[in-house]
């Protein structure tokens, strides 16, 4: 099953102005992750909550994590024209030796000037 | 640090060619991931190593599809024969278990 389904799947807002995208996933986890992407790059890690925590701040962004609901979101406050990217959720499952991180499609998020 | 090095950056090949993409990963990281990122299907995970053995190759689409690790320091994904469909960003990424995913910067692969 597909883990880190993100929602919205495209996000337009006006710069100054809040983002939040949201990401549910399917088994039992160990930790979630959100990364960012920019055109033509690699994924950039961004920050990770442990599946003990249930909010998380670094500098403009925000993460709070349901377990019971399965579900993250991702806020970014006064966002930039250089917050344009594409945002994903990973999730690295419980009971997995490897723990393999498996992606969604993510949120392309657009911030107009 | 150099972080996960990829190469080559670009490759454009003819169907029926063989395809060997190649990755470094950070020093001491124990775990190398390949993935591939098309519009339609997103970012798959093709396979992932821990300490250089293959855990889980379940997302390599086919026989054609390849992947080694012969020490710590490489890795190569190879594709033979090479199809248009096979077209798409091919990802290598290594951590530490539990830690986050550093990506390279991906080999943009165009069969035609």
């Known amino acids: 099953s597909q883990q880190g389904e993100e929602d919205p799947q495209a996000l337009s807002i006006q710069e100054g102005e809040n983002a939040t995208m949201n990401c549910s996933y399917k088994?039992?986890?160990?930790?979630l992750q959100w990364y960012r992407q920019n055109s033509g790059r690699g994924l950039v890690h961004l920050i990770l909550?442990?599946?003990?925590?249930r909010e998380k701040h670094s500098g403009r962004l925000r993460v709070t994590l349901d377990t019971s609901k399965k579900s993250s979101s991702l806020l970014i406050t006064a966002s930039r024209a250089a917050d344009t990217a594409s945002y994903f959720c990973?999730?690295?499952?419980?009971?997995?030796?490897?723990?393999?991180?498996?992606f969604g499609q993510g949120t392309r998020l657009t911030i107009n000037p | 640090d150099a972080g996960v090095i990829q190469s080559p950056r670009h490759e454009v090949t003819e169907m029926g060619q063989e395809v060997t993409l190649r990755c470094k990963p950070i020093?001491?990281?124990?775990?190398l991931f390949w993935y591939r990122q098309t519009m339609m299907r997103g970012l798959e995970l093709l396979i992932y190593?821990?300490?250089?053995?293959?855990?889980?190759d379940s997302g390599m689409p086919e026989d054609r599809f390849s992947a080694k690790m012969p020490n710590a320091s490489f890795s190569t994904l190879k594709i033979q024969p090479s199809e248009p469909r096979d077209s798409a960003v091919y990802f290598c990424?290594?951590?530490?278990?539990?830690?986050?995913?550093?990506f390279g910067n991906g080999t943009r692969l165009t069969v035609t």
């Open positions: 990424a290594s951590r530490e278990s539990g830690s986050p995913l550093h």
């Open positions: 088994t039992s986890i160990n930790n």
């Open positions: 909550i442990r599946s003990n925590e």
């Open positions: 990973a999730t690295d499952a419980l009971g997995q030796g490897a723990q393999k991180l498996v």
């Open positions: 020093s001491g990281h124990n775990s």
């Open positions: 190593f821990n300490n250089n053995v293959p855990i889980d």
